[in-house]
């Protein structure tokens, strides 16, 4: 087990292409992951069969290389954050990165996306009109605050604009991770960011739902 596990995600007319695979420790393997997840969850941390499910879910995700992100959606309460935080903790323990281009010219990234939410996002960009760049970009709590920007007189549904970029740049065309209250194929995230984005969207997230348990009325 561990390694590296490759895919090929690109390949011009010229018959170069670009590959993409996670460096995983040598001896990564599922009790190791599970033990990980463990040491960072809370004490008081309830293991459900849905969650369950999603931890064994998010190992494979590590383990094959997926080329989409995960979005994970759920009522409010049922531990969507929690989750997400507490495998972005194991992945920076076992410090797994993943390598992006041709064999002799590789470029390593490490596999930490940061923590933000779609209000910080548009606060950002309302403060210096940009987006985030980062490669893997996590958004909790899709939809929630989802509104047009202002910066300088130029108006932006901030998350549209990030989903159209990061999928029509192969370069930056990397993973982002979503949790929602809204399935991802919901007519409400159509309404709000489009048919378009929403389409891009499903191109660009695998998807998982959290909805059983409500862990904020326990
Ligand atoms: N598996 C779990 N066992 C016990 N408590 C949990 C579990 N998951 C989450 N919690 C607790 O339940 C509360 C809600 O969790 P969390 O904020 O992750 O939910 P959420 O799905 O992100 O909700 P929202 O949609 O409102 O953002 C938190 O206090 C958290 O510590
Ligand atoms: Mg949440």
């Avoid at 941390?45 to 997926?66: F, Q, R």
């Avoid at 930490?112 to 893997?136: D, H, L, V, W």
């Avoid at 409400?188 to 048919?195: D, F, L, P, R, S």
């Amino acid at each position: 087990m561990g390694g590296r596990k490759r895919e090929i995600i690109f390949c011009n007319k010229m018959g170069i292409m670009i590959e993409r695979y996670f460096i995983l420790p040598k001896d990564f393997g599922f009790t190791k992951f599970l033990k990980t997840f463990e040491s960072k969850a809370p004490k008081n941390y309830i293991y459900t069969s849905e969650i369950n499910y999603i931890i064994d879910y998010l190992y494979n995700w590590i383990y094959d290389v997926h080329f989409k992100g995960i979005w994970i959606a759920g009522g409010t309460g049922t531990g969507k954050t929690t989750l997400m935080k507490i495998f972005f903790e194991v992945i920076k323990e076992l410090n797994i990165e993943f390598c992006f281009g041709e064999d002799n010219n590789e470029v390593h990234y490490k596999l930490y996306p940061k923590m933000t939410s779609e209000k910080e996002i548009n606060n950002y960009f309302a403060k210096c009109g940009e987006i985030p760049q980062r490669r893997s970009l996590f958004i909790d709590d899709v939809g929630n605050d989802c509104k047009k920007v202002n910066y300088f007189g130029n108006d932006s549904l901030v998350i549209s604009d990030i989903i159209y970029n990061r999928y029509d740049k192969l370069e930056t065309k990397q993973y982002l991770f979503i949790t929602s209250n809204y399935p991802l194929n919901h007519p409400i995230i159509k309404e709000m960011y489009g048919e378009r984005t929403q389409s891009r969207l499903l191109a660009m997230c695998e998807y998982l739902e959290l909805k059983k348990t409500n862990f904020r009325n326990m």
